[in-house]
């Protein structure tokens, strides 16, 4: 009987568990951690000219945890007539196009669907612009707000010159380097309000729109970029990354998809020709980043978590990395230790998700794959008696994600348990309905 309920209470938590995760893993774009998560374009038209208007466009990233990093942010648009750019500051169109048409200075862009790139770090000051300037890369909202956003200026010729005969640029186009992020139409708003430093005088835009973009993992279409690992104290298994969980070793159709740390060949293929595309160490995950959870001490009324972030890519820093780890125990994170934190509370009942980044030029920059590849820190976490325990798995995320894409985790079932967990049926059947009805809730709340 007893043992029929364990089993019973012990598949039903499995079920749960499986539920939880695919809840997670949907593939729109909807981020339930982040259901608000956008980044909006938004143009002011600032002064008409004689033959159109002055623009400043500016990139809000209102994204809690996802950042775009080197080589940063393109933005594309189709004209609605038949614009040229006459010039921009802040940033720049990648391909000028055909302007033999124009004479005696040709503009700096005449294609029908220009796309703009920002401009490097050390830009002339007579060609910077505010927020502008730092190679495309835009923090998220909770780590570095104040680098959230960038814009730039651009001179439109050949367009409206009022509010009435202006028209919208359409098909918006966002990568971030890479493709995920589908952008909406453009819609006509309240003109935005410019104040000046004092407050005292107050401006306003000829006319503004806005542009919502928003990602999905599943446009982005990339395989997976992390895996995670687990230990604990109580038991000496290491639970690894799941075979091939960012790929598969394959000698015969991708020879050199990996690289041996021990291979000769090894510094002449890291600095070979192709330095954007990631080489990783041959493992047999074959992903660039593994995130290992160690459940290490167990004390009265705390235990105490060791994280540890490990880049296997010989050809790729990480700068700005960002972790989002959700567990129940989050809602008594009691320290970090060299890390930063804050916590993700989409629904404010439900606490049980953080966020956690470097500390500036502590280790907030995750070096290329080698001795010095991996960052850590150590959680600890405030027991509460109702739900903790070490049983059925419960020390171990339920989900991590790095740099805003989920890795792929061990299944719940190959968790290190503890050494006498079938004995332990009586005393943790508590526990077990109580988390069961907990992911049950989660589940509900996050479908
Ligand atoms: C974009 O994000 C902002 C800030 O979170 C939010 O106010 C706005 O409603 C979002 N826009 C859309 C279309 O979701
Ligand atoms: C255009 O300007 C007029 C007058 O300032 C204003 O009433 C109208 O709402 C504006 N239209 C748009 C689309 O901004
Ligand atoms: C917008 O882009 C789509 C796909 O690239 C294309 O089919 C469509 O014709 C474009 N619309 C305009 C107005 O350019
Ligand atoms: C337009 O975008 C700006 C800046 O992102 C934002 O403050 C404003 O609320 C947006 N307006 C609408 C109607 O979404
Ligand atoms: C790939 O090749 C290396 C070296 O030639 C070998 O050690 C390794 O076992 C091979 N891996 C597979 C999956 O065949
Ligand atoms: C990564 O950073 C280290 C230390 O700052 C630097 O020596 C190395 O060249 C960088 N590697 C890449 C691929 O950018
Ligand atoms: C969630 O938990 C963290 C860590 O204990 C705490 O700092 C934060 O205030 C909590 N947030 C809410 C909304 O309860
Ligand atoms: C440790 O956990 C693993 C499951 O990952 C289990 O197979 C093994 O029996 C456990 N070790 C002990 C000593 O119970
Ligand atoms: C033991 C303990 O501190 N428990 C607290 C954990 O967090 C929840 C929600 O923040 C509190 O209600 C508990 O008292």
Same mark, same amino acid.
């Given at each position: ?133 730092? +190679? ?10 104040? =680098? ?8 439109? +010729? ?87 969980? &960012? ?34 160490? &041959?493992?047999?995950?074959? &992903? ?22 490990? =880049? ?136």
């Amino acid at each position: 009987m007893g043992l029929v309920l364990y089993k019973l209470t012990r598949f039903a938590t499995i079920v749960l568990f499986g539920l939880f995760c695919c809840s997670f893993t949907s593939t729109d774009a909807y981020d339930p951690l982040d259901p608000n998560g956008n980044i909006t374009i938004k143009w002011d038209i600032i002064s008409w000219t004689p033959d159109g208007y002055v623009a400043v466009v500016t990139l809000f990233n209102f994204q809690q945890y996802r950042h775009i990093q080197a080589p940063g942010w393109s933005l594309g648009w189709t004209w609605a007539k038949k614009e040229v750019i006459w010039s921009m500051v802040g940033g720049q169109a990648t391909d000028q196009g055909d302007c033999s048409r124009y004479k005696p200075t040709p503009p700096h862009c005449c294609k029908k669907t220009p796309n703009i790139v920002d401009l490097l770090p050390g830009t002339p000051y007579n060609q910077q612009y505010s927020n502008c300037c730092k +190679g495309g890369v835009l923090s998220s909202l909770v780590q570095d707000p104040a =680098n959230a956003a960038a814009s730039f200026q651009l001179s439109v +010729g050949r367009a409206g010159t009022t509010n009435k005969t202006v028209r919208l640029p359409k098909n918006y186009t966002l990568m971030g380097p890479g493709p995920g992020y589908t952008c909406g139409a453009a819609k006509v708003v309240k003109p935005t309000k410019f104040y000046t430093a004092d407050k005292r005088r107050v401006s306003q835009a000829m006319m503004t729109w806005n542009v919502t973009c928003t990602y999905s993992q599943f446009l982005a279409q990339t395989a997976p970029s992390c895996c995670v690992s687990l230990s604990s104290f109580y038991n000496d298994t290491v639970v690894p990354c799941p075979i091939c969980s &960012c790929g598969c070793q394959n000698n015969i159709t991708h020879p050199g998809s990996c690289v041996e740390p021990e291979s000769p060949y090894l510094a002449s293929v890291v600095s070979a020709a192709n330095k954007n595309s990631p080489l990783v160490r &041959c493992t047999s995950h074959m &992903c660039p980043i593994r995130v290992h959870w160690h459940v290490k001490l167990n004390y009265q009324e705390y235990w105490r978590v060791k994280v540890t972030v490990t =880049n296997f890519d010989y050809r790729r820093n990480y700068s700005d990395w960002n972790l989002v780890i959700q567990h129940p125990n989050f809602d008594n994170l009691t320290q970090v230790f060299s890390f930063n934190s804050e916590s993700l509370t989409p629904y404010g009942t439900i606490n049980d998700t953080a966020m956690l980044w470097g500390i500036e030029f502590f280790n907030d920059m995750l070096v290329q794959s080698g001795p010095l590849g991996n960052v850590q820190s150590e959680l600890l976490f405030r027991k509460n008696p109702a739900t903790f325990t070490f049983d059925k798995g419960w020390a171990f995320p339920r989900r991590i994600s790095f740099n805003g894409d989920i890795c792929v985790m061990p299944l719940p079932d190959a968790f290190p348990h503890l050494p006498n967990a079938g004995f332990q049926q009586y005393v943790s059947l508590l526990t077990v309905i109580m988390i069961s009805a907990s992911t049950f809730a989660f589940t509900y709340a996050y479908t």
